[in-house]
């Protein structure tokens, strides 16, 4: 198993039980619902499948319920109808068939929001117009900066404006009630501008006791600018690069992408790298070396996750695509010089100090002795976060007796998770969950493994105590 985990959407193109199990052979370990498109029968089979093949082929696949969020869009418009730069066009919130002079827009609040001089981007930037008048009713009047053809239901981006939509919108509540109720690992929240965001959806997580995690998903410019604060807020991070790369200058992207990964590892928030990477292989049997470059830059910088969208959702290639992009990664990781993170903890009155500085000091005890492995028991799934966002050179062992979590921890970079329930004692625990890698053949007779554990081991308590020995 690769540490850099790959999570894949599932649509037209793989909405087929037989099809998804060839998936998970090729390397799948977060299957994303993208409520943009899947309705809720769609998203009820696709979750069903996930939980009836993990049963089948003893796995842990996650599934992400990825909300729609506040999406700006153009509403219908008759074909072969383009824009040339410097003319006119008036944007409403009348609805109507648009042409090139006038198009309806489905964000109501629009006139009032928008101010003269605002950029309005469309179908993901190809087309860019700036606000010359609003009468804060229903009409903007609108000058083409860069033209082209306008296509129905394209995306609008609005990278100047302030929109007054809430993050959750009621399509995303309604999406949201029926993801908690079936059980998915993990929520994704689009378009976050703030921290309150996500702690308005983790409050509505917590009311339903609902144990999904959320991932705030980074394409505003003002999720920028709060970025610390919503990366220790949030349970991951994902860099949204489609309508990031819209919303800021473009060239800004890749430092982006490099900034926020390193600033997720030191807060231990995994992160994944979403939208493009392997756009080539939408209608290809092979992807383009700069694709396969994007995939391996993304992997020496450590994330924990790298998404396919389109690639599997529409594209004709979902299996190969899958199987492409772990070829890359795994032969990236065999390859590359990559060091534990020494990102220490000095906190000393943070309560969980002892047991992040024992998850630290275990990682650097295994790179120190060549350790195959550092193995831990968790239940609420703490340490398998710490240990993970330290990046050792070991593979790391996760055991628990929480169901609920086993699945959610298929996302974290390193992370194998392994059900256990047969808390004796310490030294008998650590022999027992020696012997089942030593059964998968994680590990093999006479390697070093590190085991951090809480004493006494029945109680279940914070991490405080490490044991390094071999495997017998």
Same mark, same amino acid.
């Given at each position: 198993?690769?540490?850099?985990?790959?999570?894949?959407?599932?649509?037209?193109?793989?909405?087929?039980?037989?099809?998804?199990?060839?998936?998970?052979?090729?390397?799948?370990?977060?299957?994303?619902?993208?409520?943009?498109?899947?309705?809720?029968?769609?998203?009820?089979?696709i979750f069903d499948w996930v939980q009836e093949l993990n049963q089948e082929e003893d796995r842990n696949v996650a599934v992400l319920g990825d909300l729609q969020g506040p999406k700006l869009r153009l509403g219908n418009v008759e074909e072969n109808q383009k824009i040339k730069k410097g003319q006119e066009i008036t944007i409403t919130t009348d609805e109507c068939i648009g042409n090139s002079s006038r198009v309806y827009i489905t964000y109501p609040d629009f006139p009032k929001d928008v101010k003269?001089?605002?950029?309005?981007?469309?179908?993901?930037?190809?087309?860019?117009?700036?606000?010359?008048?609003?009468?804060?009713?229903?009409?903007?009047?609108?000058?083409?900066?860069?033209?082209?053809?306008?296509?129905?239901?394209?995306?609008?981006?609005?990278?100047?404006?302030?929109?007054?939509?809430?993050?959750?919108?009621?399509?995303d509540l309604a999406d949201l009630d029926f993801s908690l109720k079936i059980g998915v690992e993990w929520?994704?929240?689009?378009?976050?501008?703030?921290?309150?965001?996500?702690?308005?959806?983790?409050?509505?997580i917590k009311k339903n006791d609902s144990h999904a995690r959320v991932i705030a998903k980074i394409e505003k410019p003002e999720a920028i600018q709060q970025i610390d604060e919503i990366i220790m807020q949030s349970d991951a991070i994902m860099v949204a690069r489609g309508d990031l790369g819209v919303e800021v200058p473009m060239e800004r992207v890749p430092n982006l992408q490099k900034l926020i990964t390193r600033k997720c590892i030191k807060h231990s928030t995994p992160v994944i790298i979403a939208t493009q990477m392997m756009e080539s292989m939408m209608d290809s049997?092979?992807?383009?070396?700069?694709?396969? /470059?994007? =995939?391996?830059?993304? #992997?020496?910088?450590?994330? $924990?996750?790298? !998404?396919?969208?389109?690639?599997?959702?529409?594209?004709?290639?979902?299996?190969?695509?899958?199987?492409?992009? /772990?070829? =890359?990664?795994?032969? #990236?990781?065999?390859?590359? $010089?990559?060091? !534990?993170?020494?990102?220490?903890?000095?906190?000393k009155n943070n309560g969980r100090f002892l047991s992040d500085t024992i998850c630290f000091n275990a990682c650097k005890v295994a790179e120190q002795v060549g350790a195959k492995s550092v193995m831990t028991m968790t239940h609420s799934g703490y340490n398998a976060f710490k240990i993970s966002s330290f990046r050792p050179p070991s593979k790391i062992c996760i055991f628990t007796s929480n169901r609920t979590i086993l699945n959610t921890l298929s996302l974290l970079w390193g992370v194998r998770g392994y059900y256990y329930n047969d808390f004796v004692s310490t030294d008998v625990t650590i022999a027992d969950i020696t012997n089942v890698i030593k059964l998968k053949k994680v590990v093999k007779e006479g390697d070093f493994v590190v085991n951090i554990a809480s004493m006494p081991i029945t109680q279940k308590g914070m991490t405080n105590m490490m044991k390094i020995s071999r495997v017998k």
């Open positions: 198993m690769n540490n850099t985990k790959i999570v894949a959407t599932i649509g037209p193109s793989s909405y087929d039980k037989a099809l998804l199990k060839e998936m998970f052979a090729a390397g799948l370990n977060v299957a994303r619902i993208n409520f943009s498109h899947s309705n809720h029968q769609e998203a009820k089979q003269v001089g605002d950029s309005i981007m469309l179908d993901d930037g190809k087309l860019i117009l700036r606000a010359e008048s609003t009468n804060e009713r229903n009409e903007v009047k609108a000058k083409v900066v860069q033209g082209g053809e306008l296509k129905s239901k394209k995306g609008v981006n609005l990278p100047n404006t302030k929109i007054s939509l809430p993050c959750l919108t009621p399509k929520i994704g929240l689009s378009f976050v501008r703030n921290v309150e965001d996500i702690i308005e959806l983790q409050e509505i049997l092979s992807p383009s070396r700069s694709d396969v /470059n994007d =995939v391996a830059n993304a #992997v020496h910088d450590r994330v $924990d996750g790298v !998404m396919l969208s389109g690639e599997t959702s529409v594209g004709k290639y979902p299996v190969g695509v899958i199987k492409a992009m /772990n070829k =890359v990664v795994k032969n #990236v990781e065999n390859y590359a $010089d990559l060091q !534990m993170e020494e990102y220490a903890p000095i906190d």
